[in-house]
């Protein structure tokens, strides 16, 4: 899918997050592990709070950033991250996990960058910019909370 304006990829960003947040909801479901349980149920929220977050920015951003059309619009199309990261049913352990979560998060980070240096006005690279540093914020969160349920 090619994205021709800032809405378009936050849309689609908005939907990864949710999407991923299933996919976690699913393998806890499953999982006979007690700590990959609490693990996954974890990440499911936490991709349920970014979904959330990316939904209401779209609801109360500024319509000329989010209508800023993308410079390679024509020639650049994501690829469908969500299938580049595993889905984790081998995992053996919550560093297994975190490996596949980590994945993810380099993912998106390098997407967010991406579209920083592409960026055809400073709100719209301060935008991404911003997006990167959440993402990274993020996975600090995370590695800190699954090195804390690796101490229980």
């Known amino acids: 899918m090619a994205f021709r304006q800032v809405k378009d990829l936050l849309v689609w960003i908005r939907d990864f997050h949710a999407r991923l947040g299933e996919q976690y909801a699913q393998l806890a479901e499953v999982q006979q592990d007690e700590r990959m349980r609490m693990a996954l149920a974890f990440l499911a929220d936490r991709e349920k709070r970014m979904s959330s977050g990316m939904l209401a920015y779209l609801e109360d951003g500024r319509e000329g950033l989010l209508t800023t059309w993308l410079i390679d619009s024509q020639e650049f199309g994501h690829p469908d991250v969500l299938e580049r990261i595993p889905r984790c049913l081998g995992c053996r352990d919550t560093h297994d996990l975190l490996a596949n979560v980590m994945t993810a998060h380099q993912t998106l980070k390098d997407m967010y960058r ?39």
């Open 114 to 152: 991406l579209r920083a240096e592409l960026a055809s006005i400073p709100e719209e690279a301060e935008l991404f910019e911003q997006l990167a540093e959440q993402q990274d914020a993020e996975a600090r969160l995370q590695t800190r909370d699954f090195a804390r349920l690796e101490m229980y």
